[in-house]
């Protein structure tokens, strides 16, 4: 009995001291910061969400406008006073471009902003952000192309 007890009473030793400690009540479990950066990362999820649906369905409208663009000049149903496809010219193509511009920005930037601070440190994590970067680089040059044309449109159509 008596070799029992003292392994009974070792084994109750190794699990207390197994158990964790109870945390430190002087420690901050909530901050003000960690808030912030919940709230940041939530609302660029959100963005990130949307705006892929948005870059998804203004890429494929703008692929629509160029396919039935193409079919209508070539079966000569549809003759436009302008040039058909020139992102200068062309108020519905500058338009639909426009668009899909911005929401690509809208994803990758939003996607570059959650996956910097909060992804992990590893190579893939970088290449991802690379290709963001490079996503929204493409995103805002056109946008840069088809700014005058749009903005030059909706200054037309407004009334002042």
């Known amino acids: 009995m008596d070799r029992r007890e003292n392994d009974q009473r070792a084994l109750g030793d190794s699990l207390v001291a197994m158990t964790p400690s109870p ?17 940041i990362s939530g609302g ?38 302008y040039p058909v496809l020139s992102p200068t010219s062309d108020p519905y193509f500058a338009g639909l471009a426009f668009i899909a511009g911005c929401f690509t920005c ?24 690379f290709w963001a970067l490079v996503g929204f680089g493409f995103g805002a040059s056109v946008l840069r192309w088809t700014a005058p044309t749009v903005f030059h449109g909706l200054m037309a159509t407004l009334p002042w």
């Open 23 to 39: 945390p430190d009540n002087d420690r901050p479990t909530h901050t003000w910061a960690g808030d912030v950066a919940h709230w």
């Open 44 to 81: 660029c999820r959100t963005v990130l969400q949307l705006s892929f649906d948005g870059v998804l369905l203004s890429c494929i409208g703008l692929f629509l406008y160029v396919l039935f663009g193409v079919l209508g000049l070539s079966t000569t149903v549809w003759t436009p006073d």
């Open 106 to 129: 809208l994803c990758t930037g939003s996607f570059v902003v959650i996956a910097t601070p909060f992804g992990r440190d590893t190579d893939e994590n970088a290449l991802a952000v």
